[in-house]
């Protein structure tokens, strides 16, 4: 979605993007809102945060929550067209009063405006993993709502001292998902993954930038790092990671 160049030299010739660092404050906040929610769905009745929103809903309780929890599980299918198995992790499932389950993701940051909407540049990116999780629950087999929640925990940073604990100031928002992308998506990656040339640079990639730029800086091949080609297409590799790190996902 972001650059088929990267997702070609990635999933296709093995060399990915430099790897992202774990956000341990945000997986914490993840840990304790699950739970917490878990209290609620064990006793059967509503978070406060569902009574404040005024949501008739429950937080679901089935066999597989821990496994679609699992980051290495997850909700998965086999996409028969593509032969691609699809998977991915949620945070919560809620059970509204149809009988429909709604997905809910948690996300967690710091900034001074206060967050209600998602109408950044990046919330693109958590519009597609709520579709693509509604998406995933549709293709097992269970009734899906179109509507979603994200769980906002903004950091407060107005505070006087530390004090050693973090106030959040937590938001519900609501978002009505379409995941009809997600056959034609999967299908693109395919065709993209079966051609024998690498994709164009993508203008609007700041990691091909950055490989053109440091190709166009360097005398010779020999002053940096070597230069591979494949196809007659030159790409600059990235060092081989000490330790395994775990493969992106599609989307």
């Given at each position: 979605?972001?650059?088929?160049?990267c997702f070609y030299l990635d999933r296709r010739i093995g060399i990915g993007r430099p790897p992202g660092f774990p956000f341990a404050l945000n997986s914490a906040v993840d840990h304790l809102l699950k739970k917490e929610f878990d209290i609620h769905r064990a006793a059967g009745n509503k978070h406060p945060l569902m009574e404040k929103y005024g949501i008739d809903a429950v937080p679901a309780k089935h066999d597989k929550l821990d496994e679609w929890r699992h980051n290495f599980t997850g909700v998965g299918t086999l996409h028969a067209p593509t032969n691609f198995y699809v998977f991915g992790a949620i945070d919560d499932l809620w059970l509204n009063a149809a009988g429909e389950y709604m997905v809910v993701d948690y996300k967690a940051t710091a900034k001074e405006e206060e967050i209600n909407a998602l109408d950044k540049d990046w919330h693109d990116g958590y519009k597609r993993q709520m579709e693509i999780?509604?998406?995933?629950?549709?293709?097992n087999g269970f009734t899906v709502s179109s509507t979603g929640y994200f769980v906002y925990c903004n950091g407060k940073t107005d505070r006087k001292a530390f004090d050693g604990k973090l106030d959040f100031d937590i938001t519900l928002i609501t978002y009505t998902g379409n995941s009809e992308w997600v056959d034609k998506a999967l299908i693109d990656a395919k065709a993209c993954l079966d051609h024998n040339e690498i994709p164009k640079q993508n203008a609007a990639c700041d990691y091909c930038d950055y490989v053109a730029a440091?190709?166009?800086?360097?005398?010779?091949?020999?002053?940096?790092?070597?230069r591979v080609t494949v196809n007659e297409s030159p790409y600059?590799?990235?060092?081989?990671?000490?330790?395994?790190?775990?493969?992106p996902t599609l989307f």
């Open positions: 979605m972001q650059c088929p160049r999780y509604q998406w995933l629950l549709r293709q440091v190709q166009s800086s360097t005398k010779s091949p020999t002053d940096a790092v070597s600059w590799p990235t060092p081989t990671p000490k330790k395994k790190i775990t493969p």
